[in-house]
C-alpha cells in the first residue's frame, strides 16, 4: 500500500480492523520498514498488538482501548516521522514475514 499521513493512520487502522474477519490484521511500517506496529484480529472483540522496533511486546486489547494502545505505540515507533506505510495481513503468519529494505 501507499505511503499515507501519520496523522490518518490510526484512523484508517482502526476502520479497517473493525471491517476484516478474524484472523486477518493490518500492519503501519517506517517508510524503510525496519519498525512498526501490528494488529491483528482475533475474534469479535479482541486483538493482538505487537510491536516492534524500538521495543518488543505484544498485547491482547479489546477494541475500546485499541486506539489509546495504538496512539501511544505509534508516538514511541514512529517518533519523527510524517508517514507511515500500511499493509493487510491476511493472517498472523505474515507478521514475521521479510519485508523488502530500502
Not at 37 to 54: F, N, P
Request: charged share 35%.
Amino acid at each position: 500500500m501507499a505511503l499515507i499521513n501519520i496523522d490518518t493512520a490510526i484512523k484508517r487502522v482502526l476502520l479497517l480492523v473493525a471491517k476484516i474477519e478474524p484472523p486477518r490484521g493490518v500492519e503501519m511500517l517506517t517508510y524503510k520498514r525496519n519498525r512498526g506496529v501490528s494488529v491483528i484480529r482475533l475474534d469479535e472483540d479482541s486483538y493482538l498488538v505487537r510491536e516492534r522496533g524500538y521495543e518488543e511486546q505484544e498485547m491482547q486489547v479489546c477494541f475500546a482501548d485499541l486506539a489509546r494502545v495504538l496512539k501511544s505505540m505509534a508516538k514511541r515507533e514512529f517518533p519523527r516521522s510524517r508517514q507511515v506505510r500500511l499493509y493487510q495481513l491476511e493472517s498472523p503468519d505474515f507478521l514475521d514475514q521479510e519485508r523488502k529494505k530500502i
